[in-house]
């Protein structure tokens, strides 16, 4: 079965300053994508980034970048330039099967982030 | 951009009563599902729905819960005799295809007294 861990229940960063939270994997598959989901107070899960497994390229979005390390099965979420806005959970997450319609999410525990200002 | 909507945002229900979560996905979206997050813990896979009928459910997807899209436009979740520990928020997400993100409705907070 499918595992997502995350060994930081929380975090602290500096406002403006670059923070990297951590993920790893597991699964036989060689298909599949990767996402970064924010939760913020409200409670809302807002799609931060997603890298398909089978592009090299690490996904980028603004300030948000990701380490995607296939062999490692590692992927790690960078936030440059912190900002107060930033501090929610955040999750890490997998579907396999190719991202197949009635494929299921499978989530990590979630990184508390804070940020001080 | 479209959104998937969920009603209500807060349901309190007293033990052993039924309770009908709802939710509208994205018009053209194919695949539906709930997820379940007990307070301070992840987020859970309950049930997902395709062609009009379940794909794939969980262990915790017990008799007590089941699903429908009764007009073809809403989904809904009901839970037949509510337990203490069905207080969890609830999110239904759609997508429509292989390799689409699934979006994510706001959720409904369900408090069970």
């Known amino acids: 079965a499918q595992t997502v861990t995350q060994s930081q229940p929380e975090m602290s960063v500096q406002e403006a300053e670059t923070v990297t939270l951590s993920c790893t994997y597991d699964?036989?598959?060689?298909?599949?994508?990767l996402f970064w989901y924010k939760q913020p107070p409200s409670r809302q899960m807002i799609l931060v980034i997603r890298?398909?497994?089978?592009?090299?390229q690490n996904a980028t979005e603004n300030r948000f970048s990701v380490n995607f390390q296939k062999a490692a099965k590692s992927f790690s979420l960078k936030i440059s330039d912190s900002q107060l806005g930033d501090a929610a959970m955040y999750f890490c997450a997998y579907i396999g099967g190719g991202g197949g319609g009635d494929d299921k999410i499978i989530f990590g525990k979630g990184t508390r982030l804070h940020i001080l200002p | 951009e479209p959104e998937v909507t969920q009603t209500p945002s807060h349901q309190v229900t007293q033990m052993g009563q039924e309770v009908i979560l709802r939710c509208v996905p994205i018009?053209?979206?194919?695949?539906f599902y709930w997820y379940r997050q007990i307070l301070g813990q992840k987020v859970e896979f309950l049930v997902s729905?395709?062609?009009?009928?379940?794909?794939?459910k969980s262990e915790i997807f017990d008799d007590q819960f089941s699903v429908e899209r009764p007009d073809g436009s809403n989904f809904t979740l009901k839970i037949r005799s509510t337990k203490l520990e069905d207080s969890a928020m609830y999110f239904c997400?759609?997508?429509?295809?292989?390799?689409?993100?699934?979006?994510f409705g706001d959720g409904t907070r369900l408090s069970i007294l």
């Open positions: 890298q398909e497994a089978y592009k090299q």
């Open positions: 699964t036989s598959e060689s298909d599949y994508y």
């Open positions: 018009s053209n979206h194919l695949y």
């Open positions: 729905f395709y062609n009009n009928e379940i794909s794939e």
């Open positions: 997400a759609s997508t429509l295809g292989q390799g689409v993100t699934q979006h």
